[in-house]
């Protein structure tokens, strides 16, 4: 069922109980007014013909029924009686009247006092009366016969008027609900028109702050994140395409050459040489994709230990130093803790090895093989800085430097794929840690990380 279907029924369920209520209280009440009124007019009638046949002398029963007959305001059915105190009755009007239930009204007003009960479809109304120190009951019946059918006809206009008023609410509610839901139809047929081919199309924001122009906002940020994410994986297949391409291109070449003719021993082993190098490097990518990979995927599933940050950086250091022996890499520690605790991280050692072990060869193959690696001990965090007089990064490449397979034009020439900052910022950022760089050409390049002590991880 629709939206809309389903707000309809609801709002005509809704305004059909109250209107109801409201009906069945406005018939209640009117039926008992008519009942009080009817009852009130009987025994005003009733203590009017016993106060003319007991108080005033000249009047008798004879005279009375003369009288009761001449009224025009007599009611349907009208019977009157009045009886003395052993119960003999007195005077009796509508003759034609016969009501069986005459000693047991007598009975319970000689208990109970002035009272009201129905009988049939007659009103009966019991009433003391005294005069003079004699005791009398007055009883009283008719029916009210206009008092019903305005009853009859309040029921029917009360029903038609209960019909037409649900019909009007339906239509309204299904007019009201269908211009509520308009805004929410555009954004459907918007969002069906976006596809992987025109997803820099955005919803048209509304000028309103309610949920829906929330929900737009909401799912423009959304579309804008999915496009980012659409460019990074064009840019990271066309990349990783393009690194695979050379070293295959160069192992296909160099093998194909070889085989033309009968060479030296010397020239095949520099060729196996050659294509050893760039099988390396390949693997090298490999892994390093595979890594990056699996620390997207399977972020949670690393075992964290307490490590001491100082011995992951001088690990990190030998790692460099071991690719190339060249590489000068100078590790200090500020602010050294007397307790070594402080020094401790929540960490996988393998995993933070590997982070720094990129941020540090980074900076040597852009410094000249130089880098300083400064370890900062603060209250509530720990600071890692590693410094590099390069050449530095232009403002505009900062924001993508953590991107895969990004590179400057600066470094474009240094042998490399540009993974190794995208897979230590995943790193860090799996240990809750922050990483950032502070660089300006001709200025060097500054590499922070801020990783949470053991204690308050």
Sequence with gaps: MQIRTRLTLQFTLLVSTIVLLSFLAIYLFSRQFAEQDFTRRIREKA??????????????????????RAKR??????????????????????????????HQVIDRVKQEGELRMVYN???VAGIPFQDRGSDYIIVASAEDVIGYNRLVDL???????????????FISGWIYSGRALRPIQKVIADVQSISPQNLSQRLEESPHPDEIGKLISIFNGLLTRIENAFKLQ???????????????????????VTLLNERPREEYQDTIESVLEDIKSLNYLSVSLLDLARLTHDSDTFTMAEVRLDEILWDARERVA????????????????????????NGNPHLLKTAFQNIIENACKFSEGRAEVILICKTGELLVEVVDNGPGIEKKDLENVFQPFFRTDATSKVKGYGVGLSLSQRIISIHKGKISIESAPGQGTRISVMLPPALGF
């Design 322 to 345: 071991a690719i190339d022996p060249g590489y000068k890499i100078e590790v200090t520690i500020k602010d050294m803790p007397e307790d070594e605790s402080r020094l401790l991280v």
């Design 121 to 123: 479809e007659f009103t």
């Design 47 to 68: 203590i009017t013909s016993a106060y003319l046949l007991i108080k005033v002398d000249q009047v008798d029963t004879t005279l009375l029924k003369i009288i009761d």
């Design 234 to 256: 064009k840019m990271f297949v066309s990349n990783v395409s393009h690194e695979l391409k050379n070293p295959l291109t160069n192992i296909t070449s160099q093998l194909e």
């Design 73 to 102: 305001d007599n009611l349907f059915r009208e019977r009157i009686r009045v009886f003395d105190k052993n119960d003999k009755e007195i005077y009796a009007s509508g003759d034609t009247m016969k009501l069986p239930i005459t």
């Design 155 to 169: 029921r029917r206009l009360l029903m038609a008027l209960f019909f037409i008023v649900i019909g009007l609410v």
